[in-house]
């Protein structure tokens, strides 16, 4: 019998998961209570996709225990607790937050149900899948959109965007880090030209939050939604928002239409019934309190020192890498520290690398999405992806599967995480 077996008995032992022997991923991270422990993911496959991450052991922990109340005192705590961490995480002391539980697209969803109506104008930024993406939903939404495109692996045209707000918006929609390219947008630039035009700004930043920086309150930015299965390195199922009160201000409830998807309903059910059940549907508290854990990581590590972190080892990958023959797609001043999105080296297919370490090194990487299909490898490195320990089994492979020797890889990626 495993142990897994065993910790399922009636009055057994808390589920623990069976760990597997192949494993080479360990991390020392600040954990719970400023204390240094060993974080261990004790697996055979390593998933390096752009996101979801692999998930901390004391996150999964959380999805383990039994079910629990989705109201209740307890639950009203750790649903405070919720908030301020996502304040924390958001780098705001002003703005409103909120879990919405669903997937990230839910947060563009959110907002745009909020705040945005039929017939208004949107200048959305696209140079990438997501920016495409952003179109695609706002013209859901029936709005005018004024879609500026740039060629993938490009930053914005920012004189054919700031030409667009001079006719006039109401939002500037961008995609702070474009996960199918691996670039990070000129966000703060863009901030600035938006509000001298009288637009707000909309962020995506589900690659980019907890990880690169977006202080949303020094940029004065308007609105952020973000995912939990990436840089906060939680499991898969909220879409946290982070909105400035001068942008409820600018719109009346009775002018926003639906219930969920309405921020005036979630702020309805935290002000009525905030002592017992403050959101206004039913959350999984397995869910819940593993997104609360892997906030809670998040700021035990401490803001820089996580961004810190993911600018060193992203230039490590791309240091190693490089010396393997991949390439990023995007210009050095823009390329993203939590998105890998390189060529192979000439005379090796993407489909070839990644099967390749799949099959033989059981880790998962991504291909190109749209115009890269077959032509760029995406590897994730954020939140448990973004460690030595990583490079130590990904560089080796990789030059494995090109057929080179792994040294002078693995050499110029310990330079530059000593």
């Not at 705590?77 to 409103?96: M, P």
């Not at 909020?114 to 939903?137: I, K, P, S």
Request: charged share 20%; hydrophobic share 40%; with cysteine.
């Amino acid at each position: 019998m495993t142990k897994l077996e065993r910790s399922n008995i009636p009055g057994g032992r808390r589920i623990i998961p069976r760990r597997h022997s192949a494993c080479n991923f360990v991390s020392r991270h600040v954990q719970d209570g400023g204390s240094q422990s060993a974080f261990e993911s004790l697996v055979d496959e390593l998933l390096l996709v752009p996101g979801p991450v692999p998930l901390a052991p004391a996150v999964l922990e959380e999805l383990s225990r039994p079910a629990l109340p989705h109201y209740g005192r307890a639950w009203v705590d750790a649903y405070h607790e919720i908030e301020s961490l996502l304040r924390y995480t958001f780098d705001t002391a002003k703005g409103d937050v909120f879990p919405i539980v669903g997937p990230g697209h839910l947060g563009l969803e959110t907002l745009a149900s909020t705040f945005l109506r039929a017939g208004e104008r949107a200048v959305v930024v696209n140079n990438g899948f997501f920016g495409e993406r952003h179109v695609e939903v706002l013209k859901a939404h029936h709005l005018k959109v004024a879609d500026i495109r740039s060629p993938w692996g490009e930053g914005p045209d920012v004189r054919k965007v700031r030409a667009a707000l001079k006719r006039g918006a109401r939002v500037l929609a961008v995609v702070h880090n474009e996960t199918s390219t691996g670039l990070t947008n000129p966000l703060e630039e863009l901030v600035e030209m938006a509000h001298e035009h009288d637009a707000f700004i909309m962020v995506d930043a589900v690659s980019s939050l907890g990880c690169i920086p977006l202080p949303f309150d020094e940029w004065k930015v308007d609105a952020v939604f973000t995912a939990s299965q990436k840089g906060i390195g939680g499991p898969a199922g909220f879409a946290p928002l982070c909105v400035a009160p001068a942008l409820f201000e600018s719109v009346k409830p009775k002018q926003v239409q639906g219930w969920y998807t309405n921020l005036f309903t979630w702020r309805h059910y935290r002000e009525t019934w905030g002592k017992w059940h403050p959101q206004p549907t039913t959350i999984s508290s397995n869910l819940f309190y593993a997104f609360r854990r892997a906030l809670q990581l998040v700021k035990a590590e401490g803001l820089e020192a996580r961004i810190r972190r993911h600018r060193a080892y992203a230039a490590a990958f791309r240091a190693g890498a490089g010396m393997l023959g991949f390439r990023p797609i995007s210009p050095p001043e823009m390329v993203s520290n939590t998105v890998g999105c390189v060529t192979p080296p000439a005379g090796m297919a993407t489909d070839e690398v990644q099967d390749r370490l799949r099959t033989e090194h059981s880790i998962y990487i991504s291909g190109g999405l749209g115009p890269l299909h077959g032509k760029v490898l995406r590897i994730g490195m954020m939140a448990t992806q973004a460690t030595r320990e990583v490079l130590e089994r990904l560089l080796p492979a990789m030059a494995a599967v090109t057929g080179q020797k792994a040294e002078r890889s693995l050499n110029a990626a310990r330079a530059l995480v000593r």
